[in-house]
């Protein structure tokens, strides 16, 4: 992902809306936005948390229900290979994040996956008691790693070191005492991305295994785990990769950690003879030893619906689309609203440690999202006071950008957002 385009110049002087347009007029990803439903009047900005829909699930989820369940019943087990799914879904995931057949497999939940990622890799160091992580990632993550710090530790739980953008560095908490590394390759607060290649390399380096979440990078950017000679990763497809509302998370680890890594939940699915029904558990000679129970067939149909238009994406393309959408925002806030409200993004300006995701910093951060979303620039809020914006390259236009930067002007120009109404929170923010 060193190797993009950076956006070009056209981007950086592209302050009206006119020349937004024209960026439309030839973008080689227009296409694409045919492709999915998007509510009239709406930016939907938050494409990094819920994708939006693509055009022709429902008309697929409803076939495997009406036909493979409801004609198919117990038959479409082989027939229409849902046994098999995981994998051979795992299989057109591969591609996007830099995999090889054969070395993905469909999970539950990325919390879940997660799980049974880092504790094979903890088991692949014995001997070894630490566990580094970020302070600043995703909450799940840093729970699930509890456990396994009970689980693991024999007694005494493992010791967990936090490493965070403002230190402790990496290279300050690497030593031979640590196991493994679990690390969010796109911070899902700032958007900060990590150099995987690199930072897999000093991992290693130092004896250590790494972990990686791709949650805000797959469908984001190119991913290319390979390449790096990366360990394991997990991810979500509900985000960038419009799997829809739970739609199972996926697994990978290098083929050549298969035959060693022994998976923390041991269910029949990833059996190697799961209908021998034997007594003892043996794993599954490949990446399906990851498996745990039966797959959520409805939700991998709209995971398998989703991919029929990734499989069609230029990731390069995606990406060169996405830093030009970032960086046409961060132009329009800094032109903007940056010196009359001291709005201030938190994510870096340098493309190559952008994912594809901008956030502001405002003290009133939810209300001002409650008034933009009441306007229908649908974005969201993350505590204690980050306004975060997703750019979708797929299906966000240069037009949106510059229309919801107009609509985040007006917001703060009225002050609407100081109305009472706005400050109530959902369960969900
Ligand atoms: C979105 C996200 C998750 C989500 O976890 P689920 O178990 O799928 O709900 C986990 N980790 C990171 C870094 C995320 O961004």
């Not at 911070?187 to 290693?204: C, I, K, N, S």
Request: net charge negative.
């Amino acid at each position: 992902m060193s190797t993009t385009t950076p956006p070009s110049a056209t981007t950086r002087t592209a302050l009206d809306r006119a020349t937004c347009e024209a960026l439309d007029a030839s973008d080689p990803l227009g296409s694409f936005r045919d492709r999915f439903v998007l509510p009239e009047g709406v930016i939907y900005l938050d494409g990094n948390s819920l994708g939006a829909l693509p055009r022709h699930t429902p008309a697929h989820v409803q076939r495997v229900i009406t036909e493979e369940w409801g004609t198919g019943l117990i038959r479409s087990w082989n027939d229409a290979g849902w046994f098999a799914k995981p994998r051979t879904v795992g299989d057109r995931i591969a591609p996007l994040i830099g995999a090889a057949e054969g070395e993905v497999v469909l999970g539950d939940s990325t919390s879940a996956s997660l799980f049974q990622a880092v504790v094979a890799a903890v088991r692949m160091r014995p001997g070894r008691r630490v566990i580094v992580a970020e302070r600043g990632n995703f909450p799940t993550d840093l729970y699930m790693l509890e456990a396994v710090q009970e689980l693991l530790g024999g007694g005494e739980p493992l010791e967990r070191r936090l490493i965070a953008d403002d230190g402790p560095t990496l290279d300050d908490v690497l030593d031979d005492h640590v196991a493994v590394v679990v690390l969010t390759q796109v911070d899902y607060r700032t958007g900060r991305l990590h150099d995987l290649a690199e930072v897999t390399r000093r991992v290693q380096a130092a004896g250590a295994l790494v972990v990686w979440d791709l949650c805000h990078s797959a469908g984001a950017l190119p991913i290319d785990l390979n390449a790096a000679w990366a360990d394991f990763a997990v991810g979500c497809t509900y985000k960038y990769l419009n799997g829809g509302p739970g739609s199972p998370s996926f697994l990978w680890a290098a083929s050549r950690h298969h035959a060693a890594a022994r998976p923390a939940l041991t269910g029949w699915h990833g059996h190697a003879r799961p209908f021998d029904f034997t007594v003892d558990y043996a794993p599954a000679p490949g990446i399906e030893r990851f498996r745990v129970g039966t797959p959520q067939l409805l939700s991998v149909a709209g995971l398998e619906a989703s991919l029929d238009i990734w499989d069609d994406v230029d990731l390069e393309l995606l990406r060169e689309k996405s830093l030009r959408l970032t960086e046409l925002f961060l132009s329009l806030v800094d032109a903007r609203l940056a010196e009359r409200w001291g709005i201030v993004s938190v994510t870096p300006r340098e493309s190559s440690r952008r994912g594809s995701q901008v956030s502001l910093r405002h003290d009133d951060g939810y209300a001002v999202m409650q008034a933009l979303i009441e306007r229908g620039v649908i974005g969201d809020f993350r505590a204690p006071d980050l306004i975060r914006f997703g750019f979708t390259p797929l299906y966000t236009s240069y037009a949106d950008v510059w229309d919801a930067v107009d609509v985040l002007h007006d917001v703060l120009e009225t002050e609407v957002w100081r109305e009472p109404r706005f400050a109530r929170r959902g369960t969900v923010t």
